[in-house]
């Protein structure tokens, strides 16, 4: 089975503080993903990165910044906390065909960041 | 852009009923599409897939037919129990840059009472 997990599922901070959400997926996947998911918004994707040491902006990226220094980890970093990032945190993996396309995504249980 | 449109809940339903959640789409080309499901305090996981107009997607007893020409891609479930009880999003690929990325639907809550 594949599995993805997330470093916390609780994690509570204060405004300024430097925060990493870790990742990590046991499939040797080339593609991770980290999303946030708030009530009535869906998932959003934060940022992507389909191979080591790439990385690529996703839908709303401001606030964050993203590592990916070996293929099965990648770290969603929030350089100063604000408290409009209090969110559930979602991390996902998936492998690529031989046409580039991406398949079906694995998520982690999510760490759900409080920021006061 | 693409973007995914889903009925808004929660939907509250009894042991047994039939369960319909909508989704609609908006892509260019050809997408693929999904629904995923979030049971309480768990991450998604993918429930059904379909990569092509016409193809049905079916697992655990829930189904869905993609329709190119209504662009939708209807959840369907005959009979519904309370282990069914979860979020249900939406979903559907959308090629970007060297690969695929997911865009999804706002989410469904289900909740089913005994």
């Known amino acids: 089975d594949v599995k993805v997990t997330q470093s916390s599922r609780y994690l509570v901070k204060r405004t300024g503080e430097k925060v990493f959400l870790e990742c990590v997926q046991d499939?040797?996947?080339?593609?991770m993903f980290w999303y946030r998911q708030d009530p009535g918004l869906g998932l959003r994707l934060i940022y992507f990165?389909?191979?080591?040491?790439?990385?690529e902006k996703g839908d709303i990226p401001e606030g964050y910044s993203v590592s990916r220094e070996k293929k099965e980890r990648f770290s969603l970093i929030l350089e100063s906390a604000s408290t409009n990032q209090t969110s559930m945190y979602l991390c996902?993996?998936?492998?690529?065909?031989?046409?580039?396309?991406?398949?079906?995504?694995?998520f982690g249980p999510g760490t759900r960041l409080t920021v006061l | 852009g693409n973007s995914v449109t889903q009925m808004e809940g929660p939907v509250t339903l009894s042991e047994e009923a039939f369960l319909t959640i909508n989704c609609t789409y908006t892509?260019?080309?050809?997408?693929?599409l999904f629904w995923y499901v979030q049971y309480p305090g768990e991450g998604l996981q993918l429930l059904l897939k379909?990569?092509?107009?016409?193809d049905k997607g079916s697992n655990k007893g829930f189904e869905a037919t993609y329709r190119k020409e209504t662009t939708s891609f209807h959840l369907e479930k005959g009979s519904v129990q309370v282990s069914d009880s979860a979020v249900y999003f939406c979903?559907?690929?959308?090629?970007?840059?060297?690969?695929?990325?997911?865009?999804f639907g706002t989410g469904t809550q289900l909740k089913v009472e005994l």
């Open positions: 996902a993996s998936s492998s690529s065909d031989n046409t580039g396309s991406y398949n079906e995504q694995f």
């Open positions: 499939m040797d996947h080339e593609n």
């Open positions: 990165s389909y191979d080591v040491k790439m990385k």
């Open positions: 892509a260019t080309g050809y997408p693929s």
């Open positions: 379909a990569t092509k107009a016409d």
């Open positions: 979903a559907l690929t959308s090629r970007t840059g060297g690969g695929n990325k997911l865009t």
